[in-house]
């Protein structure tokens, strides 16, 4: 199975700062990444799909790039109501699906 | 509005037995191949099954594999997830999600206690 390795697991940031969360994959998984918000007692919510698009509806301050093993996920802007936990997911090799760990984003 | 609705989760004794439903609306759910996600209290999320279109082509996670049967009726628009042998481990919220990540429901909860 592939595995994917998330980091941080935990941030504390500014309203207004930068965030970057990485994902790296144990093998090539060429595109196929998505990103997805969590709050508390919700579904995860899709944000980037195919590494770089972004889900309709979603705010362009969020964005994705990379492809094959390392891939890259920004917040451009932190906002208060970004609070939550962001996972990415390689869907390259089915089955099974594959989550990374997680980060917990919190305001500083 | 693509819409998916978990049901049938509960509290249960180890080694018993659940179904989870899931029912879909607003797209044509037998073009859709389906999964079921779980989520531990506090943990990260874990993918559990996987079943086509079709119902010909399913897979299971090494933790359920053996235990667990998922099922789709694409007349009724509904999926299903047969839980037997349910062990502790096994207490989640229960998620299913269109393949390509895009809808969830909002999950139901399995407790398996004594």
């Known amino acids: 199975d592939i595995q994917m390795t998330q980091s941080p697991s935990s941030l504390s940031a500014s309203v207004g700062d930068r965030v970057t969360i990485t994902c790296q994959a144990s093998?090539?998984?060429?595109?196929?990444l998505n990103w997805y918000q969590q709050k508390p007692g919700k579904a995860p919510k899709l944000l980037i799909y195919?590494?770089?698009n972004l889900e309709t509806g979603v705010p362009s301050r969020f964005s994705g790039s990379g492809s094959g093993t390392d891939f890259t996920f920004t917040i451009s802007s932190l906002q208060p109501e970004d609070i939550a936990t962001y996972y990415c997911?390689?869907?390259?090799?089915?089955?099974?699906?594959?989550f990374g760990q997680g980060t917990t984003v919190e305001i500083k | 509005e693509v819409q998916l609705v978990e049901s049938g989760g509960g509290l249960v004794k180890p080694g018993g037995s659940l179904r989870l439903s899931c029912a879909a609306s607003?797209?044509?759910?037998?073009?859709?191949?389906m999964n079921w996600v779980r989520q531990a209290p506090g943990k990260g999320l874990e993918w559990v099954s996987f079943?086509?279109?079709?119902?010909?082509?399913?897979f299971y996670a090494d933790s359920v594999k053996g235990r667990f049967t998922i099922s789709r009726d694409n007349a009724k628009n509904s999926l299903h997830l047969q839980m037997n042998s349910l062990r502790v481990e096994d207490t989640a919220v229960y998620y299913c999600?269109?393949?390509?990540?895009?809808?969830w429901g909002p999950g139901t909860l399995v407790t398996v206690s004594s």
């Open positions: 195919d590494a770089s």
């Open positions: 607003g797209f044509t759910f037998s073009g859709y191949g």
């Open positions: 999600a269109r393949l390509s990540g895009d809808s």
């Open positions: 093998q090539d998984i060429s595109k196929y």
């Open positions: 079943i086509n279109s079709g119902g010909n082509y399913i």
């Open positions: 997911q390689q869907y390259d090799n089915l089955p099974p699906w594959t």
